[in-house]
């Protein structure tokens, strides 16, 4: 069966610190990945998707980055963190030709 | 963009009642689907209607279509505690998209 782990499940950072968020996906090989954002009470907002290694679809403009060094592993990073990146990241995976996605258990991040 | 919205944002009811939720979204679509996610925690996928289909069962979940409104439901019937979360309804932008466009959900609460 596959199994999608991110970490850490929490992350307190200050201000102008990098960043690094990890997801893993087991039992699959080939998923698309995605990372989403949600903050406190809200819906989520995609912030990028990977349909093969290397490739990177950016949805929002801003600070954060993300890159798939592996066909199942995806990285969400920052250079410089800002209040604003505060939130609920969530990774999900997804087969090619499926519609279904699978979500990881979440990393929230407080930068203070 | 916001693709679906929910209605309402919040449901509080007696445990055992029936729970009905909304969304409706604003382009073609060819799926709908709806998760749940519990409190600081990754979401569930629930059920997926495709664009034929006009009504679709899964245990104490049923899920409505009207391509027509653009709208479907989801109602929770003989409501529990442990259905308290919130439900996302999450539609592609457009046909063949391989990502997905969620709403800002709808909290559920069951009263004991």
């Known amino acids: 069966s596959q199994t999608i782990h991110q970490w850490p499940a929490t992350l307190v950072q200050p201000v102008g610190s990098p960043l690094s968020l990890e997801c893993t996906v087991e039992?699959?090989?080939?998923?698309?990945l995605y990372w989403y954002r949600q903050a406190a009470g809200r819906g989520l907002q995609l912030l990028f998707y990977s349909v093969g290694i290397g490739q990177i679809s950016s949805e929002v403009p801003q600070n954060l980055s993300a890159s798939r060094p592996q066909d199942r592993q995806f990285i969400l990073s920052s250079k410089k963190l800002l209040l604003s990146d505060s939130g609920f990241y969530l990774c999900a995976w997804k087969l090619s030709l499926s519609a279904e996605q699978y979500f990881g258990p979440g990393t929230r991040l407080t930068v203070t | 963009s916001q693709q679906g919205e929910e209605d309402p944002q919040a449901l509080s009811i007696q445990e055992g009642e029936n729970a009905t939720m909304n969304c409706s979204y604003k382009t073609s679509i060819n799926n709908l689907q709806w998760y749940r996610q519990n409190s600081g925690r990754g979401l569930v996928h629930l059920i997926l209607i495709r664009s034929n289909e006009r009504e679709k069962h899964s245990g104490r979940l049923r899920v409505t279509l009207d391509t027509s409104k653009k709208s479907s439901s989801l109602l929770i019937t003989a409501s529990r505690a442990a259905d308290t979360a919130s439900y996302f309804c999450a539609t592609p932008p457009f046909q063949g998209a391989q990502k997905l466009v969620f709403g800002q959900g709808t909290r559920l609460t069951i009263n004991p």
């Open positions: 039992g699959t090989s080939n998923p698309n």
